[in-house]
């Protein structure tokens, strides 16, 4: 069963076009949405929560249509973004209060839980809080009516690198039970590094591929060697090479095909996401 | 369920799953893990080495299809009883090497080989007392 | 639908001292020297609250935190519809009670006796209003709204006197009858409700 149905999804903006973008994130499972920003990534997740109509295509989530079924829907499914939509004015209890009567299957006893757990004090003003409060806050409230979903846009930018982990070790907590799915749409991909089981890469508006991380990093090579090693044949074996004075560096798609270019002449090393983000986008020659 | 020891290297050439899968694997021949005992589910035990699920399930489906472990839906994976005799027999060949290391190291020593055996005797009888 | 007034009901808490000092400003303004203060009070406040309102949901980037709650684009538009009535109750019926008691307290500024029609025509004139302004604000975006509240704002001031003068003109021509105020206020309901369906229509194509 999939988490999420993307069908043909095209929207058009002045700037770039999300071309008849087909996506599955499967149930069980968290996925990972990589792209640089401005090409699309936020734009899917907004056709996801209902906030931008597609051109054309359709979005199902849990198995129901959007936007027919968009109060059914948001029943199951949690939401955490980088903007913090909470009113500022306002207290944490008073925003529960606020929030809480909207969720059939709403837990104070959970949500207590989380503010206990995550050190927010109920009485606190929501503009008071630090951008890492916020997003906790964001992530408790997702986590308090047995949301089966989590669509995460950015959760973390911006937070520090121990709560980050804290984040993820929650994450992997909800992912205990294999009913529930998570979403993931960041620029910072050493989070993915861990965690992720899927990851989607999103590029200028397409998907370049959707699969399990494992096989991203089985496939992909990183290829470092000497310039003289490059000939116009070669360079079109790369997605994208960086040359520079003391050699070259260049990602491949196709690792075995690699290791029976370049044998023994060059090195073979297991690319990192961003790696992989930097070298599709750049394509082409990149020299240094 | 058994504490199993699971330790990854980030510097091994080797994929995570083989990795788990030989440590797992070498439980189960030196005898740390016996038949029956159960294994941690594939969850947990991603979140624990804060890897994929599809990692980990990776590994288990692997040992399972060599036989060293059973998986039942719903109640989560155990060591299988089945394959006892290729256990047995692996056990046997590192027993083997350990003592071709034993008799290797008293070659250097200059020992006789009713001194290997006596020497052999008496701490067995030594571990029969404790 | 309850849930969604309550949101906008907490969400105004913290303004309260504004609506009432918007209230005590514009009577102390008004009541001296206008005969059709009653009017005056009673629309600006009204109004006022609701431009309030918006602005603290812009501000708040509002739509951006009711679509992560299971609500419709639907429902939104009700809560606003609805939230818009009472506030339109909320100043018509404070400007009332505040006339009443500044004529038992103070007989020497000469206030008109007051019927029934002094509350249904402010309501029926910011029904009006308020069918002109959703639909305007669901359909621009966030810096379009700004700017038409800014409009409203100006163009209240500058219509009240005229207004003022052409209802007093119409009172005492005759021209207004009770059936003619019957169908005035039914056309008005019906510039209300078309003004909804309208504004569903817009929200629900509509990007945020």
Redesign the interface.
């Known amino acids: 069963m999939n988490a999420i149905e993307l069908r043909n999804l095209t929207k058009s903006y002045p700037l770039f076009t999300v071309d008849n973008v087909s996506l599955n994130v499967k149930q069980g499972y968290i996925t990972g949405l990589i792209g640089p920003n401005g090409v699309g990534k936020s734009t899917l997740i907004r056709m996801m929560l209902g906030m931008v109509r597609p051109d054309s295509g359709s979005v199902k989530i849990l198995g129901c249509d959007m936007p027919k079924q968009e109060v059914e829907i948001k029943q199951r499914i949690g939401i955490v973004s980088d903007e913090c939509f909470y009113y500022e004015h306002l207290t944490i209890i008073d925003m529960k209060k606020m929030i809480a009567p909207f969720y059939k299957k709403w837990s104070d006893r959970k949500f207590n839980g989380y503010l206990e757990q995550f050190e927010l004090s109920p009485k606190k003003k929501i503009g008071d809080l630090s951008k890492g409060m916020k997003i906790k806050l964001a992530l408790a409230v997702a986590l308090s009516h047995e949301a089966e979903l989590l669509i995460m846009d950015e959760p973390t930018s911006g937070l520090d690198p121990v709560f980050r982990r804290e984040m993820l070790d929650l994450l992997a907590d909800m992912m205990q039970n294999e009913r529930n799915s998570i979403i993931f749409s960041t620029h910072i991909t050493t989070d993915l590094d861990r965690i992720a089981d899927y990851i989607a890469f999103i590029h200028r508006g397409k998907i370049v591929f959707n699969e399990t991380k494992e096989g991203v990093f089985e496939r992909y090579a990183l290829v470092k060697g000497d310039l003289e090693l490059l000939d116009s044949d070669i360079r079109n074996e790369f997605i994208g090479i960086r040359e520079t004075s003391v050699g070259f560096e260049g990602l491949v798609d196709h690792r075995h095909k690699a290791e029976q270019l370049f044998g023994d002449h060059a090195v073979l090393e297991t690319p990192s996401l961003e790696d992989i983000m930097y070298f599709t986008s750049r394509g082409g020659y990149v020299h240094a | 369920m058994e504490n199993i020891k699971i330790i990854l290297s980030n510097a091994s050439s080797d ?1 995570i ?1 083989i990795q788990i899968m030989n440590q797992i694997r070498q439980s189960i021949l030196s005898g740390e893990l016996r038949a029956g005992d159960t294994l941690p ?1 594939i ?2 035990l ?2 624990d080495l ?6 980990t399930k ?1 590994a288990f489906e692997e040992l399972e299809k060599e036989q060293l472990i059973d998986t039942v839906v719903g109640k989560g994976s155990y060591v299988s009883g089945a394959n006892k005799n290729f256990i047995r027999e692996q056990r046997m060949k590192r027993l083997e090497e350990k003592m071709l290391e034993i008799i290797r190291e008293s070659k250097e020593l200059n020992m006789s080989r009713q001194d290997v055996i006596d020497h052999l005797t008496l701490l067995y009888e030594e571990e029969q007392t404790t | 639908m309850l849930n969604l007034l309550r949101k906008d009901l907490i969400a105004l808490k913290s303004s309260l001292w504004t609506i009432l000092l918007y209230l005590v400003v514009f009577s102390v303004f008004f009541i001296p020297k206008s005969e059709m203060s009653i009017y005056f009070v009673g629309i600006y406040t009204a109004f006022g609250t609701i431009s309030l309102a918006t602005m603290i949901d812009i501000k708040n980037h509002n739509h951006h935190f009711l679509v992560t709650l299971p609500i419709s684009r639907k429902h939104i538009v009700q809560a606003k519809y609805i939230t818009a009535i009472l506030y339109t109750l909320f100043g018509v019926l404070a400007s009332y009670g505040i006339h009443w008691v500044v004529k038992l307290a103070i007989p020497q500024l000469n206030k008109p006796d007051y019927t029934v029609l002094d509350i249904l025509i402010p309501i029926g004139m910011l029904l009006v209003l308020v069918s002109v302004y959703m639909p305007l604000f669901y359909a621009l975006s966030k810096k379009g709204a700004g700017i038409i509240n800014a409009v409203f704002f100006v163009s209240l001031i500058i219509l009240a006197q005229p207004a003022a003068f052409l209802m007093n003109m119409m009172g005492e021509n005759g021209m207004v009858d009770d059936q003619m105020i019957l169908l005035i206020l039914i056309g008005i309901l019906l510039v209300f409700i078309a003004s909804y369906f309208l504004t569903i229509h817009l929200f629900a194509r509509r990007d945020l």
């Open positions: 994929p799953y589910s969850r947990q991603a979140k804060q890897v994929s699920v599809i990692t990776r």
